[in-house]
């Protein structure tokens, strides 16, 4: 190469470095290029957030590949951004994180719900009183359907960041019926002079409320011969009344009672209801000495003998029950035991019971031990409502069964119908005195006649039916 060639080459050489120091100069200040607000933005879940919002400077014309970021899913994401400039086109990656911090969100349809005593409330109907957006749903509450008055529900929902919201209602349980008079002392007689106090001559009670309101106007003048009335009621805690009016005689002097001398022979008993059932007596104190081989010969095929009576949360011995007890094993009779009960709180009636179980001593029972609980002839000062009372048999029950022992209730026609609840599935042992019941519920035991005469006993018997 000649002296000249090599020198165009040198300018040629120089020439291109300055062409490519320009190029690469306008290249550089042609360059797409962004700025984002932040490089890796924290975002709430659902929220709207523009693609552009997070722009803070660019040198050229901005394209994001969505209008608005995704946050519907919490997590890791990312969206592409394509910058033009000029004949120039470059693409960055904006990565951001959507997170759930919002408590989901709660409506309660009805603030306070009204319900009747003894109307159960389910979870399935506590969520229909409940809107929510997301979560899972918890409900706790003191609702209690044995007893008028306010109870709540506390709804909790938790999402699936943890996020926790709770919103509360209130729950009334209302009652319907008015309290119930069990001696209305209607027909009362008393001598002249002598006191009277309403509260002795009237016995009553309510389904919920342990202490209806009595109310009275008028008055009886113990002075003056004759048939006076006053007017009383009975208002419970939702508003229920009785109303009733009391007819009292005042007498120069009372007639006393001529006892009677009418009885009901065992074997009578029998024939009458030949073919119904097992036939036997219940038994106490009041029976004295029992001859037990004598009224097994008689034909009594069982015995239900008082173990004695409960007050107080203590159980006392009838003064014959273990000599009867003694006796009916000897002479293999079949019997069960029942407690008088003066119980009226659940405490008592545990204490009371597990004493009854330590005086059965592990010894097995043909027939149920019977809870026998009839003082309603003072009823209202017991401070139990019917459910309160129903409460103490299932108590009674869950010790009995507990130790190994059937259970049974004992109740009069009336009381049955009126007092006692779920009769159709506790066993029964009903009192009705006459030739033929028309009780309808379902009953093991009928205790017919309280006249019975028996040879063996040189008293009065209660005799009975007993149904397999």
Request: proline share 4%.
């Amino acid at each position: 190469m000649t002296k000249k060639q090599k020198k165009v080459l040198k300018i040629l050489a120089g020439n291109l470095a300055i062409l490519v120091a320009i190029a690469l100069l306008w290249a550089f200040l042609l360059n797409p290029k962004v700025r984002f607000t932040e490089e890796a933005p924290v975002l709430e879940k659902g929220e709207d957030y523009p693609a552009l919002r997070f722009i803070q400077k660019a040198n050229g014309e901005v394209t994001p590949e969505r209008a608005s970021l995704d946050t519907e899913e919490v997590g890791e994401h990312q969206i592409s951004y394509s910058v033009k400039r000029g004949l120039f086109t470059k693409t960055y990656e904006l990565n951001y994180t959507v997170v759930d911090t919002t408590p989901p969100r709660i409506t309660v349809l009805t603030d306070k719900v009204v319900l009747d005593v003894g109307t159960p409330y389910t979870e399935e109907e506590m969520r229909s009183n409940i809107l929510v957006d997301e979560g899972e749903l918890s409900f706790e509450t003191d609702y209690d359907p044995a007893f008028s008055g306010d109870y709540y529900v506390t709804v909790t929902a938790v999402d699936g960041s943890g996020n926790r919201s709770a919103a509360r209602y209130d729950i009334f349980v209302g009652d319907k019926e008015a309290p119930v008079v069990f001696r209305s002392g209607n027909g009362t007689v008393i001598e002249v002079g002598d006191e009277f106090h309403v509260e002795k001559v009237i016995s009553y009670g309510d389904n919920v409320d342990p202490s209806p309101v009595l109310e009275t106007s008028g008055s009886i003048n113990v002075y003056e011969v004759g048939k006076q009335t006053m007017h009383a009621s009975l208002t419970d805690a939702s508003g229920n009344r009785t109303d009733w009016d009391i007819t009292v005689e005042v007498v120069e002097e009372i007639e006393a009672d001529k006892p009677s001398e009418e009885f009901y022979p065992f074997s009578e008993f029998m024939a009458d209801h030949a073919g119904e059932g097992k036939f036997g007596i219940d038994v106490s104190r009041w029976q004295g000495d029992i001859d037990f081989n004598k009224i097994k010969a008689a034909g009594c095929e069982f015995v239900i003998m008082r173990i004695g009576y409960s007050e107080n949360g203590e159980l006392f011995l009838d003064k014959y029950f273990e000599q009867n007890f003694e006796g009916a094993k000897n002479a293999g009779m079949p019997f069960g035991v029942y407690v008088f009960s003066y119980d009226n709180n659940e405490e008592d009636v545990r204490s009371s019971t597990q004493m009854l179980i330590q005086a059965l001593n592990g010894e097995q029972l043909a027939l149920p031990v019977v809870f026998d609980w009839e003082n309603f002839g003072s009823f209202q000062n017991y401070d139990l409502s019917f459910q309160g009372l129903n409460h103490l048999y299932d108590v009674f029950e869950e010790e009995v069964t507990g130790s190994g022992y059937d259970c049974m209730l004992y109740g009069s026609k009336f009381y049955l119908t009126s007092v006692w609840k779920h009769t159709d599935t506790r066993p029964v042992w009903l009192a009705h005195f006459t030739s033929k019941t028309n009780y309808e519920g379902p009953y093991r035991i009928w205790q017919a006649s309280a006249i019975g005469r028996i040879d063996g006993i040189n008293a009065y018997v209660d005799m009975n039916i007993l149904y397999d």
